[in-house]
């Protein structure tokens, strides 16, 4: 009885994300986490193999990053951020930029990804108004998701997701981003073709204020895999025109693509990253914008229009800058990387499997992430996998959340190699159930 009271309460109070409430399901009512595990109210348990929308790193739960939380809470809990500061902010900003590439230095908190990514605009667009130089079009890529802020759709207005609120957005140049995948034979090709379009924006444009992409893997927009031979290249064409590179690693971040960072693995340096999600190890929301002395002192003045006009109420908050401590502490362990490369390894096993099913395609793997489409169910967003494999996972105790007709795997870097052997077998039954 209390199990459906909860949910008939659900119903008449609460308003879920990307949710068309008139047609789903009744949400599934969660009361504990340990590690890989989600516990329901009837006592069934799901591996969580999406790590909860991407945030969550070292498992739910996690008794380090708990501790650290619980024990920051008994000293400070939170206070304004201008004119103050706190032990917990500076310690983070410090480890950051130690594990950040060397010319970015300094940090600009605030409180998801979407606010990490319109603090990056602000900051690329009052940059160049700063220099005297108006610049106002950014340079963004198709299928890619920055956020849910106006700013930040703007950015994606190229995604189907966003298309009501098209008169909202301004001005962007939007290019292909190119995908990638086991067998695909134009790969060359398809990059050659979208980098000497950019630069030839480059040359004609002087109007462009910077250039932002997810770095080798583009999220929401269907964990699109582009090689990091492109990216390295992308990034020279940006800085031969002196121009601002701007990586929105809010997925990315945190060793999702086999590194810390995916700048790390491209070798190149961004002169913006975005950072949140995994940040705090899934536990509570924050988000870093860091930039270069270069961008930071054009801010500096003597009179406040120089400054940037930005901030949250609960900027750099003690628990989840605490959270974050803890979280990369746990990065610097041996085990964690271990771990990650584990997962790979263990993702490309798998995919020989796959390649024996004729309706799969487009399988790619980038660090811990395997994604692959189901042919027959259309594409994008909106594409619709059939009711009976997402009820089938959830039965078996899967927790997936196709993006359209591609299914993924993001596990959270504590995975046991059962349990991944166990996901696997299923996700391969339920497929077959499809055929």
Known sequence: MKNLNSINLDNKYIWHPYTQHKISPTPIRIVSGN??????????????????????????????????????????????????THDPAITLSKKIIKILPKKLKKVFFSDNGSTAVEVALKIAYQYWINKKKKKKTFIAFKNAYHGDTVGAMSLSSGSELFSVFKELFFKIKL???????????????????????????????????????????????????????????????????????IYDEVMTGFGRTG????????????????????????FLPLSLTVTTNKIYNSFLGHDFDKALAHGHSFTANPLGCAASIASLNLFESKKVLKNIKFIEKEHYSFSKKLLKLSFIEKIRICG?????????????????????????????????????????????????????????????EGLEKIK
Not at 56 to 69: E, F, L, M, R
Not at 228 to 245: C, G, H, P, Q
């Open 35 to 84: 590690m890989t595990k989600l516990k329901d109210d009837k006592g069934k348990t799901y591996i969580d193999l999406i790590s909860s929308w991407w945030v969550n790193t070292h498992g739910h739960c996690h008794p380090y990053i708990s501790k650290a939380i619980y024990k920051q809470s008994k000293k400070l809990e939170q206070v304004v951020f201008g004119g103050f």
């Open 259 to 282: 590194e810390i960072f995916a700048c790390k693995k491209i070798k190149s340096e961004p002169d913006i990253i975005c950072l949140s999600k995994g940040l705090t190890g899934g």
């Open 368 to 428: 811990t992430v395997l994604a692959f489409e189901v042919k027959g169910f259309g594409a994008g967003y909106k594409a619709v996998l059939p009711n009976k494999i997402k009820k089938f996972f959830l039965k078996k105790g899967l927790l997936l959340r196709p993006l359209g007709n591609v299914i993924y795997l993001m596990p959270p870097y504590c995975i046991l190699k059962k349990e991944l052997k166990y996901a696997y077998k299923i996700i391969y």
């Open 175 to 245: 290019f292909n981003y190119p995908s990638t995948w086991y067998g695909d034979r134009e790969i060359d090709e398809k990059e050659n073709l979208i980098l000497n379009k950019i630069e030839n924006e480059f040359k004609r444009n002087k109007d462009i204020a910077g250039l932002i992409i997810e770095p080798l893997i583009q999220g929401s927009g269907g964990m699109n895999i582009c090689r990091k031979e492109f990216m390295k290249k992308l990034s020279n064409i940006v800085k031969k025109y002196n121009n601002l590179l």
